[in-house]
């Protein structure tokens, strides 16, 4: 993945849009959710690619959205919210 990121410089965009309070709080597999959601998640949000894995967005309000990203993209959230890598790690169960 961090291939990708040196071939594109400027993919250095998030894909996907943050309001003023909102967090990224957590990161998982697609395979990790109910098929209704795996349906609506099944491709990235930015580039319609297949989905790596799905971050979950928390609002000051404490609503939940959440985004489907490819390996591309979610390299790209990696590197704007590190804490998202260790929740992905095989330690983090």
Same mark, same amino acid.
């Given at each position: %993945?961090k291939e =990708?990121?040196? $071939?594109? #410089?400027?993919? %250095? /965009?998030? #894909?996907?849009?943050?309001? *003023?309070?909102? /967090?990224?709080?957590? !990161?998982?597999? =697609?395979?990790?959710?109910?098929?209704?959601?795996?349906?609506?998640?099944?491709? @990235? @949000? !930015?580039?319609?690619? *297949?989905?790596?894995?799905?971050?979950?967005?928390?609002s000051a $309000? $404490? =609503?939940?959205?959440? !985004?489907?990203?490819?390996?591309?993209?979610?390299?790209?959230?990696?590197?704007?919210? #590190?804490? =998202?890598?260790?929740?992905?790690? #095989?330690?983090?169960?």
């Open positions: %993945m =990708l990121l040196e $071939k594109d #410089p400027g993919a %250095m /965009q998030l #894909p996907f849009s943050l309001e *003023p309070g909102d /967090q990224v709080t957590q !990161a998982f597999a =697609l395979w990790a959710v109910s098929d209704r959601i795996a349906e609506e998640l099944g491709k @990235c @949000c !930015a580039c319609n690619g *297949p989905t790596f894995r799905i971050v979950t967005i928390t $309000k $404490k =609503l939940e959205k959440r !985004a489907a990203l490819c390996g591309k993209h979610f390299a790209i959230s990696l590197k704007a919210f #590190p804490h =998202l890598n260790s929740q992905n790690s #095989p330690d983090a169960a």
